[in-house]
C-alpha cells in the first residue's frame, strides 16, 4: 500500500505497508555489529522500541541515536534497536565516537525486505532505496504497542510518545 512523509516539504512516497498498534509485527533479519544475522526474536521477551533512521551520517539521525541512548539506559526489559542502511562498521564508528552503549544499531545491509515489511521503503526523491524516519514500539510479544511514521524526514520523533507506549 503506498503511503507517504515529506522530505524539506516534498512529498516522499513509501512502499509496503506501515505496522499498526495490535497487530504482530513481521519478523527481519538484519546485520549486526560483528557482521552476524539477527532476527526480531534475538532478543526475546524484551519489549522493543524500533528507531528506524535513513542513516546515522546525518544530523537528525545522529541527534535520535543519541537520545534512545539517553532513554534506553534507563528502560526496564527493554532494547532500544536502531535500524539504518549505515554498514555495521559506521554504525560502530559512530556510537564508538558519541560514547553511545545502550543502544543496539542493526543494518539494512542484507534484510532489505525489512524496508518493505515495515512500510518504510522510500520509493521516490533523492533518498530512493533508504529507510524513512519512524519509531515502532513492540510488547515482549512483538505486537505492536506505538507507532509513528515521522511526517517530515528532517524531523526528529515523539520521543514523550513513544516512551508513554512502555509504561
Do not use: W
Not at 15 to 33: H, R
Not at 76 to 96: E, G
Not at 130 to 158: C, F, H, Q, W
Amino acid at each position: 500500500m503506498a503511503h507517504s512523509t515529506t522530505l524539506g516539504g516534498n512529498p516522499v512516497q513509501l512502499n509496503g505497508d506501515f505496522p499498526k498498534a495490535g497487530q504482530t509485527a513481521p519478523e527481519f533479519s538484519l546485520v549486526g555489529q560483528d557482521l552476524q544475522d539477527i532476527t526480531l526474536e534475538s532478543f526475546g521477551s524484551k519489549r522493543k522500541v524500533l528507531n528506524i533512521v535513513p542513516s546515522l551520517d546525518t544530523p537528525t539521525c545522529a541527534a535520535s541515536e543519541r537520545r534512545f541512548n539517553q532513554i534506553a539506559s534507563s528502560l526496564d526489559n527493554t532494547v532500544v534497536i536502531t535500524i539504518s542502511a549505515d554498514l555495521p562498521f559506521a554504525q560502530s564508528r559512530f556510537c564508538a565516537s558519541e560514547g553511545l552503549d545502550n543502544v543496539v544499531n542493526l543494518s539494512l545491509m542484507r534484510g532489505r525486505e525489512f524496508l518493505r515489511n515495515y512500510g518504510v521503503e522510500i520509493a521516490s526523491g533523492v533518498l530512493v532505496g533508504l529507510a524513512t524516519r519512524a519509531v515502532i514500539v513492540l510488547d515482549g510479544n512483538n505486537v505492536v504497542r506505538y507507532t509513528e511514521l515521522v511526517s517530515e524526514i528532517k524531523n526528529e520523533p515523539n520521543y514523550d510518545a513513544a516512551l508513554a507506549a512502555l509504561k
